[in-house]
């Protein structure tokens, strides 16, 4: 099975490359009173790794939350 798993992440990192050498086009980004000239296929590969590292805390933070909740309504899991 890791021989399946490393193959899958091989063939999308070629197909991440692919992409960024077919998107050289630049475009301009904005955000508030920064702007920004950059490739294409680089301002999709950060957008999807902001993405990954966003999902990441935000999934995080719910196991948290879910943790010390679970933590709290356990029975005889108050103080003394």
Known sequence: ???VYATLVALLAGMVVVFQLQNFASVTVSFLWMH???PLGLVVTLTYF???ATGGVAVALIRSWMKAARGHSAPGAGPG
């Open 36 to 38: 920004a000239t950059l």
């Open 50 to 52: 902001l993405g990954m």
């Open 1 to 3: 099975m890791r021989y």
